[in-house]
Nanobody, 125 residues
Framework: QVQLVESGGGLVQAGGSLRLSCAASVSIFSSNAMGWFRQAPGKEREFVAAISRVGGSTSYTDSVKGRFTISRDNARNTVYLQMNKLKPEDTAVYYC??????????????????WGQGTQVTVSS
């Protein structure tokens, strides 16, 4: 059974920072690239960032490059999303995901092996 549990969301002012965490089951974490997606009200879910299984490669959507950083701690089976310089347009529910490769997350539709339940991020102006 896939287990992905996000935490760290909340309300922050524009320009502030948040760090999201996603704890995964050992089986899913050790064999997959990990990533983050987000879904704003009335919009489709979109890719945000991904990191390869061993952490050597990353990918970001253009709108977050230079502001967000994805990382993973393979000893803790946890993936993080450090979000700096947050903007109101970053407001969304953020979902953790696992996939065999980074390319599977950026494909349309994404080919994932599991999703978390989501955590709300709200950025006030």
């Amino acid at each position: 059974q896939v287990q992905l549990v996000e935490s760290g969301g909340g309300l922050v002012q524009a320009g502030g920072s948040l760090r999201l965490s996603c704890a995964a089951s050992v089986s899913i974490f050790s064999s997959n690239a990990m990533g983050w997606f987000r879904q704003a009200p009335g919009k489709e879910r979109e890719f945000v960032a991904a990191i390869s299984r061993v952490g050597g490669s990353t990918s970001y959507t253009d709108s977050v490059k230079g502001r967000f950083t994805i990382s993973r701690d393979n000893a803790r089976n946890t993936v993080y999303l450090q979000m700096n310089k947050l903007k109101p347009e970053d407001t969304a529910v953020y979902y953790c995901a696992a996939a065999a490769y980074i390319a599977y997350m950026t494909s349309t539709p994404p080919r994932t092996n599991g999703w978390g339940q989501g955590t709300q991020v709200t950025v006030s102006s």
